[in-house]
């Protein structure tokens, strides 16, 4: 299956420019755009290319262990008042499905000719990613990371630098991603001749949004035939947590032409959209411009991005991939928001459960399912079956969850 | 032909390059940045380029930033950029605009262009509006009479360059290094031959920024462009001042050393 996970596809597709209706696009210093046109003709030349295909999908199966199971989470489900199949992309290498970007964006960065990566990262799930590729591809790596976001992540910030990247804390703005994705992104328009910029997620201007779904779209794909396969029939819904928004997209596009299946994506809500604490750019947030794309962004009346809040690192970002505010616009996505508290509520019934502990970010699925299940149940008078994407593996979130839970022994 | 039009015409025929300099609006206060922009005028500077602050200004380096942060921190509004657009203006000087595109989408493009015009704004200078993105703006600035100045850079393509200049209108901003916005020890070798390659497609005045921080640098490139544009050396006279008063007094050095650079062309 993985190793073609880049056939032809057959979902929904932006315009020649990126523009997936009214967002999208390229709202970026000319300096880049020989850069992007460049990285689209390269993605577009592998997704077509025999051998490309084969030596990614052989990466994918070999090395970071996909397909990735879909498992019927039976005690989970009871409780739930649903049939859940979580996709487990937590059992990858590296531990979430971020490693199928970054293996197909190193694998291009080869084909390019550069001999560099940049990365922005938050809680520095993406950094590390990208410092695996690196050290396995040969390539000198530099990560960028808010200042805020190194102190609190000091453990990861160690991995990646035993993974042979150097690690850059962003001292300017909010000091922390936005900041980090500014930095790289000054980074790249004065290197970009050696460097390829190895963004972490569906953002950015394009082709990221749509290259970074082709390369994480093997998720759905394989869900989608795997549910066939377990239960005889498509689900009722899939869901998934949505920060940028990869792992969501992923899951989704092998669905978006079954008009049957509802898709749901749920949003850090961090303390309540109405405390305005929160990272839900779509629900939260308005139209406007950042980082390359117009997309949903959290911002003042002036435009001034504002900064977002999640107890998710990897959800904490004020906007979102523009393919996502176009199945907004277009209704084929539902996307609400889930607060941290009802979250960590799903973390701990899935950790007791199930005996499997979530990634924060994928929390914010499950809890999403929890109170879409019974709704779902009514609407259509029988047990629904939900496919939900459990994006990543809670390991890194050990330090905050304790914390939360109140089960750290005090230091003495 | 529009008033930069006719600045750049002006310093041609005294056989010199047209000095532009840039200030962020609100830094570090409202009345400060326009006593700034004054004090600039004064000791020479012909165009008055205004930046609004923007939370996210990645094409800025790191003076450029924390000035922007020191203006939005003193919660400065687009609103009162257009304030302080008006009172540079009555000053006889041009003053142009630079702008990262959200702010002006916020506050509504059509909105903003006949604000920025009735002010007595010349146009913009869009760092991450492509042409490619600005049918919005291309309508609003003829509608109310703007230039638009987009940017060049020497990664650009001889098409896009050709596509780039053919959308502009006052003058076109030629980036002389790959990078962002800081005065740096050298000037560019980069910039000459975009300048070239860029006056074989148009015959707008070209400015270069990026880089110019004395008045050598400027002469330099008053060799061969027809607009120097000098940002991060007169923003770090008053972020490095200790009183506003200094801050001024360095403003008025270095412009009028600038001034002297552009009236020498090293060629
Ligand atoms: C496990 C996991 N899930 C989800 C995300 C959110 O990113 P995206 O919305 O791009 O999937 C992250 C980001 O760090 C993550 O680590």
Redesign the interface.
Request: proline share 3%; aromatic share 2%; charged share 20%.
């Given at each position: 299956m993985s190793a073609d996970a880049l056939a032809p596809v057959a979902g929904p597709q932006p315009d020649s420019?990126g523009h997936f209706g009214r967002f999208g696009?390229?709202?970026?210093?000319?300096?880049?755009?020989?850069?992007l046109d460049e990285l689209d003709g390269a993605w577009r030349t592998a997704m077509t290319d025999e051998s490309f295909r084969a030596e990614f999908g052989a990466l994918l199966r070999d090395y970071a262990g996909t397909p990735s199971l879909l498992y019927e989470a039976r005690r989970f489900s009871a409780k739930v008042g649903a049939r859940v199949l979580l996709k487990r992309e937590d059992l990858n290498h590296t531990g979430a499905h971020k490693v199928r970007n970054v293996l197909g964006q190193a694998l291009l960065t080869k084909r390019m000719g550069k001999t560099r990566v940049i990365a922005e990262t938050g809680a520095g799930q993406h950094g590390v990613a990208t410092a695996t590729a690196a050290a396995l591809f040969d390539l000198e790596c530099v990560v960028y990371m808010g200042q805020v976001d190194t102190e609190r992540q000091a453990l990861n910030v160690a991995r990646m630098r035993m993974l042979g990247a150097t690690v850059i804390p962003v001292t300017?703005?909010s000091r922390t991603l936005?900041?980090a994705m500014?930095e790289a992104?000054?980074d790249w328009?004065?290197?970009?001749?050696e460097t390829h910029y190895l963004i972490g997620t569906a953002a950015g201007p394009h082709p990221f949004p749509a290259m970074v779904r082709d390369f994480v779209r093997g998720i759905g794909d394989e869900a989608r035939q795997q549910c066939l396969d377990l239960t005889g029939g498509l689900p009722d819904a899939v869901t998934a947590c949505v920060g940028g928004g990869s792992n969501a997209l992923g899951i989704f596009h092998a669905f978006v032409g079954d008009e049957a299946v509802r898709l749901y994506g749920f949003e850090a809500g961090g303390d309540g959209v109405a405390t305005g604490r929160h990272a839900a750019s779509i629900t939260g947030g308005s139209a406007?411009?950042?980082?390359?794309t117009r997309t949903f962004?959290l911002?003042d009346?002036?435009?001034?991005?504002l900064e977002s809040h999640s107890i998710s690192a990897g959800l904490d970002y004020p906007g979102v991939g523009p393919e996502h505010a176009w199945l907004h616009d277009t209704g084929r996505a539902n996307y609400l928001p889930v607060t941290d508290d009802e979250a960590m509520a799903a973390f701990e019934l899935l950790c007791r459960t199930e005996g499997i502990i979530p990634a924060i970010e994928s929390a914010h699925a499950l809890a999403g399912t929890v109170a879409l299940a019974p709704k779902l149940a009514a609407e259509l008078g029988r047990e629904p079956t939900i496919v939900v994407n459990l994006s990543g593996r809670g390991d890194k979130d050990v330090h905050t969850a304790g914390d939360y839970f109140g089960i750290l022994d005090k230091e003495r | 032909m529009s008033r930069i039009g006719v600045a750049f015409d002006k310093a041609r025929a005294d056989g010199r390059a047209l000095l532009v300099g840039c200030m962020p609006a609100g830094f570090p206060t409202v009345e400060g940045s326009i006593a700034a922009m004054t004090a600039m005028v004064e000791a020479g500077v012909d165009v008055i380029e205004v930046e609004i602050p923007y939370s996210d200004p990645v094409m800025d380096g790191p003076v450029i930033q924390r000035a922007s942060d020191i203006a939005l921190a003193g919660g400065v509004r687009t609103a009162d950029t257009m304030r302080i657009i008006e009172a540079v203006a009555a000053t006889g000087a041009p003053v142009v605009t630079m702008t990262y595109w959200n702010p002006v989408e916020r506050y509504g493009v059509d909105v903003f262009a006949r604000d920025l015009a009735s002010a007595g704004g010349t146009g913009l200078i869009t760092p991450d509006l492509i042409p490619d993105e600005a049918d919005e703006w291309l309508a609003a600035s003829d509608a109310h009479g703007l230039d638009r100045t987009f940017l060049v850079s020497p990664s650009s393509t001889d098409a896009r360059l050709a596509m780039t200049v053919q959308h502009c209108r006052g003058f076109v901003y030629a980036t002389a290094v790959m990078g962002v916005t800081g005065a740096r020890a050298r000037t560019s070798d980069a910039a000459p031959t975009l300048v070239s390659r860029a006056r074989a497609v148009t015959d707008l005045p070209i400015g270069v920024g990026l880089g110019v921080g004395t008045g050598a640098q400027a002469g330099t490139v008053a060799g061969y462009a027809d607009g120097v544009i000098v940002g991060s050396a007169l923003v770090r006279c008053v972020l490095d001042a200790p009183t506003e008063a200094d801050g001024l007094a360095a403003l008025r050095t270095l412009s009028a050393e600038l001034a002297e650079g552009v009236r020498n062309p090293t060629r």
């Open positions: 420019a696009g390229r709202f970026v210093p000319e300096a880049l755009v020989a850069a300017n703005g936005k900041d500014n992104m000054r328009v004065a290197n970009v001749d406007g411009v950042l980082h390359g962004v911002q009346a002036d435009g001034q991005t | -």
